[in-house]
């Protein structure tokens, strides 16, 4: 054990806001999914992070548990056709995933931070 202990959920809720998981204040992200190089406020690198398919995989799990209980809601309880539950479903699975995405990306890199995987 190391004696500089990492708190997991301060780094997490950090990467959740999309912040640096180490001091909070930096931008982890560059553009839209592209992680920064290094923190600009306390100069924790990023390079080490291996967020890969992860964030992708929750993302989807989450947004298909919503979309099927939007679809049992909206059959059972209302009178849209097909076309207009599709395209409504639709609609807010593409909002709710582009919202997620990068917030699930930070949370794993701050979990990556603060277990000290793949080298940080």
């Known amino acids: ?25 930096g931008r982890l992200f560059t553009s839209y999914l592209k992680v920064a190089p290094a923190c600009n406020v306390c100069g924790q690198s990023f390079a080490q992070q291996k967020a890969d398919d992860g964030p992708a995989y929750f993302t989807i799990l989450v947004m298909c548990h919503i979309a099927g209980f939007m679809l049992h809601f909206m059959i059972v309880y209302s009178d849209m056709g097909p076309m207009a539950t599709a395209l409504m479903i639709s609609a807010v699975v593409l909002a709710g995933s582009l919202l997620m995405l990068p917030r699930i990306k930070g949370i794993m890199i701050g979990w990556q931070w603060a277990d000290r995987l793949h080298g940080f």
């Open 1 to 25: 054990m190391q004696d500089d202990q990492r708190q997991r959920k301060p780094a997490m809720l950090n990467g959740l806001r999309q912040r640096c998981p180490n001091c909070g204040e």
